[in-house]
Antibody, heavy 118, light 107 residues
Framework: EVQLVESGGGLIQPGGSLRLSCAAS????????MSWVRQAPGKGLEWVSV???????YYADSVKGRFTISRDNSKNTLDLQMISLRAEDTAVYYC????????????WGQGTLVTVSS | EIVLMQSPGTLSLSPGERATLSCRAS???????LAWYQQKPGQAPRLLVY???SRATGIPDRFGGSGSGTDFTLTISRLEPEDFAVYYC????????FGGGTKVEIK
């Protein structure tokens, strides 16, 4: 059974840094497209970043230069390092798996809430 | 960037009724790369339909997708109690974007 479990969210001041992690089971992270998708409170969904099986990474313009996606193949985990956080980064962050296209999300984690506020 | 507009914002229906949700794109969605997701309160989204009309694994056949170009539709033939939720359309295949969602609520 495919399972994705995010962790690392919390309350952080503007300008701060945070690292999210997503533990995967039932499949191999490095063999799939793995993305982060976020959802601001009461709002819609926004794709944030992807890492391809080959290791290439891509980002939404809104986070480019501030967020870094990576994976740990030995632990079968996906990470998102976030720096220079802004109030508008406040959201539930989901990790998601794509098996056919990088941006078609077959499986999702339950999400972790990041709140950027002073 | 392709902007997706969903309508109506809220749909009030009774169990057993038919639901028709619309998703209109600001430009043509190539390859019919249009997906629909269902999201219940406090839960992650769930993929229902991809390729405009193909149901994802385990999705009941009361969910049907159609459309091409700029106009797409998700139809739920007979609403079950568990179908009351928010539905999002999404275009994929590069530079993904989501619609604002349609809430299907119990009348």
């Amino acid at each position: 059974e495919v399972q994705l479990v995010e962790s690392g969210g919390g309350l952080i001041q503007p300008g701060g840094s945070l690292r999210l992690s997503c533990a995967a089971s039932g499949f191999t992270v490095s063999s799939n497209y793995m993305s982060w998708v976020r959802q601001a409170p009461g709002k819609g969904l926004e794709w944030v970043s992807v890492i391809y099986s080959g290791g290439s990474t891509y980002y939404a313009d809104s986070v480019k230069g501030r967020f870094t996606i990576s994976r740990d193949n030995s632990k079968n985990t996906l990470d998102l390092q976030m720096i220079s956080l802004r109030a508008e980064d406040t959201a539930v962050y989901y990790c998601a798996r794509g098996t056919r296209y990088f941006d078609l999300f077959d499986d999702w984690g339950q999400g972790t809430l990041v709140t950027v506020s002073s | 960037e392709i902007v997706l507009m969903q309508s109506p914002g809220t749909l009030s229906l009774s169990p057993g009724e038919r639901a028709t949700l619309s998703c209109r794109a600001s430009q043509s969605v190539s390859g019919r790369y249009l997906a629909w997701y269902q999201q219940k309160p406090g839960q992650a989204p769930r993929l229902l339909v991809y390729g405009a009309s193909s149901r994802a694994t385990g999705i009941p056949d009361r969910f049907g997708g159609s459309g091409s170009g700029t106009d797409f539709t998700l139809t739920i033939s007979r609403l079950e109690p568990e179908d009351f939720a928010v539905y999002y359309c999404q275009q994929y295949g590069g530079s993904p974007t989501f619609g604002g969602g349609t809430k299907v609520e119990i009348k």
